[in-house]
């Protein structure tokens, strides 16, 4: 079919006839001449600018792919060129392999797991006080992996490799402007840390919790602990007393680093009263507001008493198996996980940044973010050990305030959670910043949506957006993208380097659409739960993969392979649904109504009737401020949507339109708590 572009397409778009007619004869040529890629790659980079109309960009992507097939998910909208392949770290190691293709070296990868981590040990230049005499002792079952047998390491050694004069954070607090802490101030100042910790009586194995702002103060507290082998207990900051109270118990933490305010949009909210409530053990107070005296508990003290003038410390090794942090699932599927890191989990985080994110020295990497999630303590060290530059925004990302330090701060990797593009779009806050600096962004948390994922890439004059799917438990990820591979929005290129992964269907059978299990062992795969039995949650009833015969290990997501060798996610097992017989995730649905007109966001949840029979569709929908909407026409839109693009027989049963959707803390939806909600309301929302 031949691509065709009308000046009315154009100017339906927002452009001006004159302008539209001058672009049209620019396009015209390559539409004719060029396959699609191409064609793409040239408009893409030289014609389409980050301040055109997003709905420009969108026509002139379907236009140019409108023979893409569909069964491939979306069309590439950003291709690597040779010389942007080779600058790329993963090429460098392919060149000391001697592997001429990136499936061969991925294949390499998951064959040769223990030549695999030892290569990329070396390339990151992870520090060991005594080497390993072996990668891994899998003499107890893939299950049970030793890693780095014989070693001794403190793995904040690791991150200060850079030279000392080199930026280590650039951050600005809300209204305030850019600051920089060298590698060496970093140093010295969680040596600091170390210090007071030993001086105020800490020992090594002790828990020291952290909640407050991810700030240059609480990444040296962070490094500080770890250096004098006490364990981080990480709390996100957001979170309610009694969520703070059961974190403390189960990690048993012995004291809290922690802040009298936040400041939030303009507003201070306190924290150290939260800390209080939570009936937290000595909290060390970090001041933000210095006019406001809170009165702190007796045994309490500032940040100022506490840290020790002595800016030596000898960071203390220990066994690879050690804990460094203790983590917390975000509890989307149930109660939340607590989950060690021990001192290997970080290399997985750095490992994966120096690959997948292409992470070279001094190159600045931005992941709004708390230590209370993963990509917090991994924002550390997939920064530091590769002698790069974490980049902290102390105010809301969703402001344009955020988008300017990342202007001003020069990111050149930005990472983040899929719902905060919505609100960019939403808002056309980050229009009119000049984002030349980003060299790829990063999604993960949960299911993205191509249209915003393309929105995402046009405010950088289209850079790559690396899909990163993983967990707390995994400690990076296990399916992802490289930069040596065409990037497809909310599409994954490959399975993490280092491991692989099997899609079976219900019978256990591989398959293109179901659930993926993680082939292992991999470092930064958890070991051990501190309130669950580690072996039952990833392992008990797995099935065996029939070809290799190693067992699986459990994750609890859908996925689909698609037939160009890129996935999708689908999200959670247990978010899936059986709609008239047919088995369908609520991602796949909720993709689906991504694009209808006015939709801001929706969660899709099924529901069993009260008097049985086959599950009933429900949609959650939030609509945009600024659309005209009626309830009946929408949920015609929507359905159409879905007989158009997904399958007729699944019929919507009720539209319930919500002001915004129930999320966790760490911004992901609790479909559970909408199907409660329906299940409880139902009398008085369903239209039976
Ligand atoms: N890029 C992504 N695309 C799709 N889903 C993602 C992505 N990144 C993360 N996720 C989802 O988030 C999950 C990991 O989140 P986390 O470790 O916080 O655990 P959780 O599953 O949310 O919590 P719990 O285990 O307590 O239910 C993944 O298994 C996946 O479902």
């Known amino acids: 079919m031949a691509k065709q572009l009308l000046l009315e397409e154009l100017v339906t778009c927002g452009i001006e006839k004159n302008v539209a007619a001058a672009m049209l004869q620019q396009i015209a040529p390559y539409l004719s001449s060029l396959p699609a890629a191409e064609c793409w790659q040239q408009i893409s980079q030289q014609i389409l600018k980050p301040d055109h109309p997003f709905a420009l960009h969108e026509l002139l992507y379907k236009t140019i792919f409108c023979d893409w097939d569909a069964n491939q998910g979306p069309p590439p909208a950003w291709f690597p060129s040779d010389e942007q392949i080779r600058a790329t770290n993963i090429a460098a190691l392919m060149n000391d392999l ?144 009694a969520e703070i109270k059961t974190r403390l118990r ?127 303590p991994w924002l550390i060290y997939a920064s530091l050990v590769n002698r790069a530059t974490i980049a902290l925004y102390y105010g809301a990302p969703t402001e344009q305030g955020f988008g300017r330090f990342v202007q001003d701060a020069r990111v050149n990797v930005l990472g983040l959670v899929p719902s905060l593009v919505s609100a960019w779009k939403a808002t056309a806050c980050m229009k009119g910043l000049d984002w030349s600096a980003i060299k790829a962004f990063s999604s993960t948390g949960e299911c993205s949506n191509p249209r915003d994922m393309l929105y995402l890439m046009s405010l950088a004059g289209y850079k790559p957006v690396i899909e990163y799917c993983g967990g707390t438990e995994i400690g990076g990820a296990y399916i992802t993208g490289t ?83 890129y996935y999708r996610a689908q999200g959670r097992v247990d978010d899936t649904m059986n709609l008239g017989g047919i088995k369908v995730s609520s991602a796949e649905i909720e993709q689906t109504l991504s694009v209808v007109e006015g939709i801001c966001e929706t969660a899709a949840i099924a529901i069993s009737p009260p008097e049985g029979g086959p599950n009933q569709l429900v949609i959650y929908a939030v609509v945009a401020d600024n659309f005209s909407w009626d309830k009946e026409a929408l949920k015609t839109s929507l359905q159409k949507a879905i007989r158009q693009s997904l399958n007729p027989l699944f019929k919507i049963h009720d539209l319930v339109l919500v002001e915004s959707l129930p999320r966790t803390a760490s911004n992901k939806v609790m479909r559970r708590v909408l199907r409660d909600r329906y299940q409880a309301d139902r009398p008085k929302s369903s239209n039976d």
């Open 250 to 376: 189960l990690s048993g933490a012995k004291g809290i680093f922690t802040q009298d305010y936040i400041l939030r949009a303009g507003k201070l909210l306190p924290l150290y009263p939260k800390i209080v409530d939570a009936q937290a053990p000595i909290a060390i107070v970090l001041s933000l507001d210095s006019s406001s005296s809170i009165q702190l508990r007796p045994d309490d003290c500032t940040w100022e008493e506490f840290l020790s003038p002595n800016k030596q410390f000898d960071p203390i090794p220990a066994r690879p198996s050690a804990h460094t942090n203790i983590l917390f699932s975000s509890g989307t599927t149930g109660e939340p996980k607590a989950i060690p890191w021990t001192q290997t989990t970080p290399i997985k985080c750095a490992v994966d940044a120096y690959l997948h994110h292409d992470i070279h020295s001094r190159e600045v990497l931005a992941w709004p973010t708390n230590l209370g999630w993963m990509m917090g």
């Open 483 to 565: 930069l040596v591979q065409p990037a497809a929005p909310a599409t994954f290129s490959t399975p993490a380097l280092g491991l692989d992964v099997a899609i079976l269907d219900e019978d256990g059978y591989p398959s293109n659409k179901g659930e993926v299990f993680i082939i292992p062992p991999s470092i930064g795969l958890s070991n051990e739960l501190l309130n669950r039995d580690h072996y039952e949650v990833y392992f008990a009833d797995t099935p065996t993969y029939p070809l290799i015969s190693i067992p699986l290990r459990r994750h609890g997501d859908q996925m689909e392979l698609l037939s160009n060798g």
């Open 98 to 241: 001697n592997i001429g293709s990136y499936r061969e070296f991925h294949t390499w990868s998951a064959h040769d797991r223990a030549e695999f981590w030892n290569k990329t040990i070396q390339r990151v230049g992870i520090r060991f006080r005594q080497k390993y005499q072996q990668i891994v002792d899998l003499s107890q079952g893939v299950e049970f992996p030793q890693w780095l047998v014989g070693a001794r390491l403190n793995i904040a050694e690791s991150c200060f490799q850079a030279p000392e004069d080199d930026p280590a954070i650039v951050f600005q607090p809300e209204g305030g402007s850019l600051s920089i802490l060298t590698y060496g101030e970093l140093n010295a100042l969680s040596n600091r840390v170390a210090n007071g910790l030993v001086e105020t009586g800490f020992r090594p194995g002790d828990a020291i919790a952290i909640a407050m702002p991810m700030t240059a103060e609480s990444v040296a507290i962070y490094l500080g602990i770890v250096k004098a082998g006490c364990v981080v207990v990480s709390i996100a900051d957001s979170f309610a007393p």
